[in-house]
């Protein structure tokens, strides 16, 4: 048996900075108007060609957020796990960039499919795992047959453990996954190979 370290411990608030980059983001989302769709733990709103699927919140004592990007007819899919840092001074990448692995868990079990996640840098000291593109469908069809969640982890290779970065509830997923489909025009039970 394995067990989960929790990275975030007693921490729970987020940084200014990061704050206000969610009130700029919650304020283009009310803009959306019929673009956008909520349900459960998830969200979806189309912006521009593609259409955006996105986790609301992650677990108490865990951090991030999941998202998916669709292109017309499902093509060109992404997803990516981003760090949210819990203060303005987390400006490092919270894992090894070179040492460590991400390990995904549908309802508390092991999936390969967190070998196929690579982390990146992105800007403004944004950290993340990004998989590729073709396994893409996997994790979609995996998180609809989920009974409660996907866990995004990450096996420390310096500690010999694995921490728990997210956990996601999966409630509302295979609805807000069905209007995503609705707009840009995909099956989110069939989508093609990017």
Not at 148 to 167: I, K, M, P, Q, T
Request: proline fraction near 4%; charged fraction near 15%.
């Amino acid at each position: 048996m394995f067990m989960l370290k929790s990275i975030a411990g007693t921490k729970t608030r987020l940084s200014g900075s990061i704050l206000s980059g969610f009130m700029i983001f919650a304020a283009t989302l009310a803009q959306a108007g019929d673009r956008y769709f909520e349900s459960g733990n998830w969200a979806s709103v189309k912006i521009g060609r593609n259409c955006h699927v996105f986790s609301l919140q992650a677990a108490p004592n865990t951090s991030g957020l999941l998202q998916f990007v669709f292109g017309e007819g499902g093509y060109d899919a992404m997803f990516d796990y981003i760090y949210l840092p819990w203060t303005e001074n987390d400006v490092d990448p919270p894992w090894d960039m070179e040492q460590d692995s991400v390990s995904l868990y549908v309802d508390n079990q092991p999936v390969w499919m967190g070998e196929e996640m690579f982390f990146f840098n992105g800007e403004a000291f944004t950290f993340g795992a990004s998989m590729t593109s073709s396994i893409v469908p996997e994790v979609v069809a995996s998180m609809l047959a989920a009974q409660n969640s996907l866990g995004f982890a990450v096996d420390r290779a310096a500690e010999g453990e694995v921490w728990l970065y997210g956990d996601f509830s999966t409630a509302g997923f295979g609805q807000v996954m069905d209007a995503a489909g609705s707009q840009c025009s995909f099956n989110p039970r069939s989508l093609p190979a990017s």
